[in-house]
């Protein structure tokens, strides 16, 4: 069984439909952000706005 809390194994970013897995194996370390409503996942540099640190994130479907 493997438990990872920290990881969202079944995510996938919303911009380019990459799963998080997938993204691990590649081993670009790229950075997740979580939409603060549909905790959908993202790439940051999928989005074609930049984020604002202390702000909610929206994804763009969610914008
Ligand atoms: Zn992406
Ligand atoms: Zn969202």
């Known amino acids: 069984m493997d438990k990872n809390d920290n990881d969202s194994p079944n995510a ?5 439909h990459m799963t998080w897995e997938e ?4 081993d670009l370390e790229r950075v997740w952000v979580q939409c603060d ?3 959908g996942w993202v790439h940051s ?17 969610c914008l």
Request: charged share 40%; glycine share 0%.
């Open 12 to 16: 996938f970013c919303k911009a380019c």
């Open 23 to 26: 993204d691990q194996e590649l």
């Open 37 to 39: 409503k549909c905790d």
């Open 45 to 61: 540099e999928c989005l074609s706005y930049s984020l604002e640190e202390d702000e909610p994130f929206f994804c763009p479907d």
